[in-house]
């Protein structure tokens, strides 16, 4: 019996020491784990919370800013985006007041891409040249557009999207005249033979060959598209050629609508195209977006395309003319690298992707991107290889008194294409005004 007791008493001793060596362990683990959780709170705690202030215009009317910036936040979860919406009419000015009242901002968008020399000067903007090749960014993908915002050896912005010049064209008209359809290889003299061969008819049913729009960068933006000139000059001959197609379309040929009419009725560019009226005009990437509205709503039955803006006969197909809208960082950012991840991220190839599918053309033109564009509701056949473009040029450069400059050149046109004037006239009295601009 005793011996009996002996056994059990053992046996229990192996069970107790089983059970206390497992709880033991039990122990070890969950306080090992606790540990762990303990220092990966204390990790998160202590990694800076960054709020991120962003300047931008018109943010509330649309969508792609926030996703944008919940996309950015998924990527960086220490970074939050605080947007500064102001409305588009006012947002130059305010921003101009920001900086100048040492502003908190740490990144900005430039609606007025001519005003950025003016920020440099004023030592507004952050340099992003080391940023640039730390993360081997190559600059030529934005199509030339970078280099606009390059001053004394440094980059002080990047270009995030862009609108510029392409041909719209009506295909019923060219299918009546039995005339093949513009190529993205179309030089202005081809331009101007085309619209003189497909204008027919009289009076109100007439149908032009074309619609030079009276904006002065219809005859004026063609002159600079090469690159070799700008709107800023000490000498406007260069723009005789121009002028002298213009006006031969205009008075001559009488395939293009008058300057005066279309003025002094206050006719917008898009109701002559839009009511079946012009066989081709030259006009900003944007109007896409309202021909596919005007369509959905039943406003218009145009048959449209849509080719490569003509080039003049001494360079190749592909160069245009254009805007666009630069990022840049506040040279007095106290969050300069999480600015420099947003800039990074909304100017990459994967912004530029998805920017497509929202119908904005990106300032990188990659297969995708122009696909996307291509493949939105409504897009006539052939979008992506029109769009496919090798330089823009911008329209108004990236320099001083271009406003002035600009509203000089805006009423000479007036007066050439009104032909109150003659064209060498016209541009000696643009060379003289502006020479007392740039010389004051």
């Given at each position: 019996m005793k011996k009996r007791i002996n056994v059990v008493l053992l046996c229990m001793i192996v069970v107790v020491a089983l059970f206390s060596g497992c709880s033991s362990k039990e122990k070890t683990e969950t306080n090992n784990e606790k540990t762990a959780d303990s220092g990966q709170t204390k990790k998160a705690a202590t990694e800076k919370q960054i709020e991120l202030k962003v300047a931008v215009w018109d943010n509330s009317s649309t969508e792609i800013g926030n996703d944008l910036a919940a996309k950015f936040t998924e990527k960086y979860p220490n970074i939050k985006v605080e947007y500064i919406d102001v409305a588009s009419t006012e947002y130059t000015n305010k921003l101009s007041i920001m900086?100048?009242?040492?502003?908190?901002?740490?990144?900005?968008?430039?609606?007025?891409?001519?005003?950025?020399?003016?920020?440099?000067?004023?030592?507004?903007?952050?340099?992003?040249?080391?940023?640039?090749?730390?993360?081997?960014?190559?600059?030529?993908?934005?199509?030339?557009?970078?280099?606009?915002?390059q001053f004394d050896g440094g980059t002080y912005g990047l270009p995030y999207r862009t609108d510029y010049y392409v041909l719209y064209y009506n295909k019923d008209i060219f299918d009546a005249a039995n005339e093949p359809y513009p190529t993205n290889d179309m030089t202005w003299d081809e331009y101007a033979e085309v619209a003189a061969r497909i204008t027919d008819g009289e009076g109100a049913n007439k149908k032009y060959g074309a619609l030079t729009h009276t904006w002065k960068d219809c005859v004026q933006n063609w002159a600079i598209?090469?690159?070799?000139?700008?709107?800023?000059?000490?000498?406007?001959?260069?723009?005789?050629?121009?002028?002298?197609?213009?006006?031969?379309?205009?008075?001559?040929?009488?395939?293009?609508?008058?300057?005066?009419?279309?003025?002094?009725?206050?006719?917008?560019?898009?109701?002559?195209?839009?009511?079946?009226?012009?066989?081709?005009?030259?006009?900003?990437?944007?109007f896409m977006n309202t021909i596919i509205l005007r369509k959905s709503q039943g406003e218009t039955n145009i048959n449209w395309g849509v080719a490569t803006l003509p080039h003049d006969k001494s360079i190749e197909a592909g160069y245009t003319v254009g805007a666009t809208t630069p990022i840049a960082m506040n040279a007095q950012s106290k969050n300069k690298d999480a600015a420099w991840k947003f800039i990074q991220f909304a100017t990459n190839e994967n912004a530029a992707a998805y920017l497509s599918t929202q119908g904005v053309i990106p300032s990188i033109l990659t297969e995708?991107?122009?696909?996307?564009?291509?493949?939105?509701?409504?897009?006539?056949?052939?979008?992506?290889e029109a769009l496919s473009v090798k330089?823009?040029?911008?329209?108004?450069?990236?320099?001083?008194h271009v406003l002035e400059v600009n509203k000089v050149l805006d009423e000479e046109h007036g007066l050439i294409m009104f032909g109150e004037t003659t064209i060498e006239e016209g541009l000696n009295k643009m060379k003289e005004r502006v020479s007392e601009i740039i010389n004051d």
């Open positions: 900086l100048n009242g040492g502003s908190d901002l740490d990144v900005f968008y430039i609606k007025d891409a001519d005003t950025t020399l003016s920020m440099y000067k004023k030592g507004q903007l952050y340099d992003l040249t080391s940023k640039i090749k730390e993360n081997n960014i190559d600059l030529k993908k934005y199509n030339g557009l970078a280099s606009n915002f598209q090469e690159g070799k000139n700008t709107v800023i000059s000490d000498d406007y001959s260069f723009m005789i050629p121009y002028y002298e197609r213009a006006l031969k379309m205009q008075n001559d040929d009488k395939s293009a609508m008058d300057y005066a009419t279309l003025k002094t009725s206050n006719i917008h560019y898009s109701g002559p195209f839009l009511n079946g009226q012009v066989g081709m005009m030259p006009m900003g990437s944007w995708e991107a122009l696909a996307n564009v291509a493949d939105a509701d409504g897009m006539p056949q052939g979008v992506a330089n823009i040029e911008l329209d108004r450069p990236i320099a001083a």
